[in-house]
């Protein structure tokens, strides 16, 4: 049988040619631009929920944070992530959502609290709870601490999912209540819902301020290690008595001689590699004259007037001791009497690694008076470090220089307490990421009258953190 035309091989092959010219004409015909992403859009939207997200009173005492589990779960339920809210005492609870990725690496924990310390509504030139915008500025109590940060962590979230971008880890949210005050939300977590949190590679909480000088960030600080809060009570008990007629051994008097030999007395000086990188990076840009030294502390520090130098600088001392501070003195009720019982009260800040036990050996050598108590007020947990490398690491070094070139990524560590030391003890890296930037006067509000973000930093921020989460969660 003599073949049909299109079965013939010079047809054939003149088809083949055919569809190649045709699949290459496909490939060299502009193709259609992929859809922007509407930032815009998402930004009034941040914004328009972080007003809501004021507007929730969950000052610590008693917090009532059950209001914000559900706030966050009605968000994430619209945008069809998954969202569970746990209650573990009456009108407090938390809230986790997850948004899953295909399990090729391990998740990452976003962490925020979603308590408050507590405002004086007479002291504000605004409600501390009404959301005000003012002077392109957002007022309210948690702008800085931290429902800024927790609110930018879920809009982060839902551009995600909006985004379709295809994920290697699970990208899962937690808002936790009480950290203010005891940590109830987070030890709650970690006793009942374990499994929600172990297996998570990193962890990204609140971090410190990255501070605007003269139109540009030198510094963008990622707290990779923090200090142990201590808190210490010195109790002394002796005769009760009229103030008319002294007595040297008094309660008053043996405790205030034990206070001023504590306040006096200068704890050793230790440099942590956190410590000695950090302020090697700042002389770098604002020193480089002394670089040399600031760089080398260990040698430097040797150096008697350098030492003086660095110890009587604030911001410099804490970074290399243990330190001491009298918070708290309680005596007598009235000036003629001499009680029987005083008390002083100490908020120590331990380096990572120290023994809190052998620092408190340490503290009743230094009183020098075996009759005087010394009592834990709050039971300290050793504090770990997180590594200042690796791949979130490199993610938010090219992230942040991205938006702010003249910027530094350095590590810090943290002089005040947050609950990432308890996921540290997980197996999890955690760091304190703040994702947007602060004026000076912006960050001195943090706790304090007319709390407010700048709405442009707060809308970067956005950004920031959700080009932070594509880079380590993202497929490649």
């Keep these: 049988m003599t073949p049909s035309l299109h079965e013939s091989p010079a047809h054939r092959a003149c088809e083949s040619f055919f569809y190649a010219f045709l699949l290459l004409g496909l490939v060299l015909l502009p193709q259609p631009a992929a859809a922007q992403t509407d930032w815009a859009a998402y930004e009034a939207r941040a914004v328009e929920l972080l007003r809501e997200y004021f507007r929730i009173d969950t000052s610590n005492p008693p917090g009532n944070e059950r209001r914000a589990a559900d706030f966050f779960c009605a968000l994430f339920t619209r945008e069809g992530i998954e969202c569970q809210v746990f209650e573990f005492a009456p009108g407090r609870a938390n809230a986790s959502a997850r948004l899953r990725g295909d399990g090729s690496k391990r998740p990452i924990l976003l962490l925020n609290h979603t308590d408050v310390v507590q405002a004086e509504a007479k002291s504000w030139s605004v409600p501390p709870f009404a959301g005000e915008l003012r002077d392109a500025s957002l007022y309210g109590r948690g702008a800085q601490d931290m429902k800024s940060e927790g609110m930018l962590q879920a809009m982060a979230v839902v551009a995600l999912k909006r985004e379709g971008v295809p994920l290697s880890r699970d990208v899962i949210f937690l808002a936790v209540a009480d950290e203010e005050v005891q940590s109830l939300g987070t030890t709650w977590m970690v006793e009942h819902k374990r499994e929600l949190l172990e297996g998570a590679e990193y962890l990204i909480n609140e971090g410190g301020e990255n501070i605007i000088e003269k139109g540009v960030v030198p510094f963008w600080g990622v707290d990779v290690a923090e200090k142990t809060p201590l808190w210490l009570r010195l109790v002394a008990r002796g005769k009760a008595g009229h103030g008319s007629v002294p007595l040297r051994d008094a309660a008053t008097h043996r ?6 030999r504590v306040v006096n007395y200068e704890t050793p000086l230790r440099v942590l590699p956190e410590a000695q990188r950090e302020l090697c990076e700042e002389a770098r840009v604002r020193r480089p004259r002394e670089a040399e030294q600031f760089c080398h502390l260990q040698e430097s520090l040797r150096d008697p007037a350098f030492r003086r130098r660095v110890t009587s600088n604030p911001d410099w001392n804490y970074l290399l001791r243990n330190t001491i501070t009298l918070t708290v003195l309680r005596g007598g009720p009235q000036t003629n009497v001499i009680p029987a019982e005083a008390s002083a009260e100490l908020d ?3 380096l990572p690694g120290e023994d809190p036990q052998r620092f408190v050996q340490e503290l009743r050598r230094v009183v020098g008076d075996p009759t005087i108590e010394v009592q834990p007020i709050l039971t300290p947990l050793t504090s770990l470090a997180s590594p200042a490398g690796g791949e979130l690491w490199r993610v938010f070094e090219q992230v942040v220089t991205r938006h702010f070139p003249k910027t530094r990524v350095t590590p810090r560590l943290l002089a005040s307490s947050t609950e990432s030391p308890t ?30 973000i700048s709405m442009e930093a707060y809308q970067q921020g956005l950004r920031v953190l959700y080009e932070v989460l594509v880079g380590i969660a993202g497929k490649r």
């Design 255 to 260: 405790l205030a001689r034990a206070v001023a």
């Design 348 to 350: 120590v800040r331990l």
């Design 423 to 452: 996921y540290r003890r997980l197996g999890i890296a955690a760091y304190g990421f703040c994702p947007f930037v602060s004026t000076p006067a912006d960050a001195n509000t943090s706790h304090g009258t007319d709390e407010r």
